[in-house]
């Protein structure tokens, strides 16, 4: 199964021309990002129309956005089957009853450690008991994620390795502006070399394990992505469409099929 995960609907002929199972709409970490109420419910109607599974990406919800982000994922959901991708455990919990995914923002952490030598591979931090009460039907990872046991679904973004969403968007901040005004500039990525690595789980910095090459990180918004290391081995698999121009996301899609 193939979903075709778009930032915004500006793709969303080309997304549907191809043979998919589904399209997602969103990024794990920007409301600014998510197309607006009006635009959403267009996009995810010609998706169902087209016999696609619908998937909205629920970015992260500070305080400030909550309720108006609420206020469009209800929409959505309101107007016909829609999958919701949540990230972070407030979100889920107001939707609670509806069909939800445990997003790339809550899933991936990595037991915290200082020992540079330690090289141990992230896991899919997930309160089981949670996940069931909240009726999480599935949860996405990136390919360097250890799924060994996973007790649901797994879906696997394949493109890169999500290391981080920043509360201040670092896109934002290099171009000096901030919302709406910045909502087309992470458009196009940047690019920066890692010289710590971050704990998402945890709020704090620790060395690179010895021995490790500094990863080259790629900026889209406020999140921060490395290259991935690992083939997926999940049935489910998420393609970024970001990562793609049109030829190589149609290749991607027929290679990933």
């Not at 915290?112 to 949860?139: C, E, F, W, Y």
Request: charged share 25%; with cysteine.
């Amino acid at each position: 199964m193939i979903e075709i995960r778009l930032s915004t609907v500006d793709r969303l002929d080309e997304a549907l021309a191809l043979p998919a199972t589904a399209v997602g709409l969103g990024q794990e970490g920007c409301l600014t990002k998510l197309p607006i109420s009006d635009e959403l419910r267009s996009a995810a109607d010609r998706v169902r129309r087209a016999g696609r599974e619908v998937v909205v990406v629920a970015p992260v919800a500070w305080p400030r956005t909550a309720d108006e982000l609420l206020e469009r994922l209800l929409a959505v959901l309101g107007d016909g089957p829609t999958t919701i991708a949540v990230n972070d455990i407030g979100t889920a919990l107001a939707l609670s009853g509806h069909p939800l995914v445990a997003g790339l923002g809550l899933t991936r952490s990595r037991p915290h450690s200082a020992n540079q030598k330690d090289g141990t591979p992230p896991r899919a931090g997930i309160d089981a008991a949670l996940m069931d009460l909240l009726g999480v039907r599935a949860i996405e990872v990136d390919t360097d994620t250890d799924v060994t046991g996973a007790r649901w679904p797994v879906r696997q973004l394949v493109d890169a390795v999500p290391v981080g969403y920043g509360r201040s968007c670092p896109t934002a901040r290099r171009h000096g502006t901030g919302p709406p005004d910045c909502r087309t500039l992470c458009d196009e990525p940047f690019h920066l070399t890692a010289n710590a690595r971050w704990q998402l789980n945890h709020g704090h910095r620790e060395p690179l394990p010895a021995g490790l090459a500094p990863p080259r990180l790629t900026v889209w918004g406020n999140a921060v992505y490395q290259p991935a290391t690992a083939d997926p081995v999940a049935d489910y698999r998420i393609i970024d469409a970001r990562w793609h121009t049109p030829e190589a996301l149609a290749a991607a899609v027929d290679r990933h099929s």
